[in-house]
Nanobody, 121 residues
Framework: QVQLVESGGGLVQAGGSLRLSCAASGTIFSINAMGWYRQAPGKQRQLVAIISFRDSTNYADSVKGRFTISRDTAKNTTYLQMNSLKPEDTAVYYC???????????????WGQGTQVTVSS
């Protein structure tokens, strides 16, 4: 069984920084990509950043230059370094992984439980 476990959320003042972590565990054969999404109250979930198995990255325009996604392949972990945080970054942040478990031969999407990030003005 595959699980994604997030950590690192919390309350921070505007201009501050936070680092989110997401570790994928279980019987994993291959990871195609990992990413972060966020959902603010009353809004749809949106992509924040994604990193592929080739280390190519993609960011939402609203976070470019402030957020950095990275990964540790050996640990099946992805990180989101968030700098210069703004109140509009406040949301629940969800980790996503597109991966192939060992007992199947196709990629599946998995989600973490979400971690709250609150930025005060």
């Amino acid at each position: 069984q595959v699980q994604l476990v997030e950590s690192g959320g919390g309350l921070v003042q505007a201009g501050g920084s936070l680092r989110l972590s997401c570790a994928a565990s279980g019987t994993i054969f291959s990871i195609n990509a990992m990413g972060w999404y966020r959902q603010a109250p009353g809004k749809q979930r949106q992509l924040v950043a994604i990193i592929s198995f080739r280390d190519s990255t993609n960011y939402a325009d609203s976070v470019k230059g402030r957020f950095t996604i990275s990964r540790d392949t050996a640990k099946n972990t992805t990180y989101l370094q968030m700098n210069s945080l703004k109140p509009e970054d406040t949301a629940v942040y969800y980790c996503n992984a597109r991966l192939m478990p060992t007992n199947v031969r196709y990629f599946l999407n998995y989600w973490g439980q979400g971690t709250q990030v609150t930025v005060s003005s």
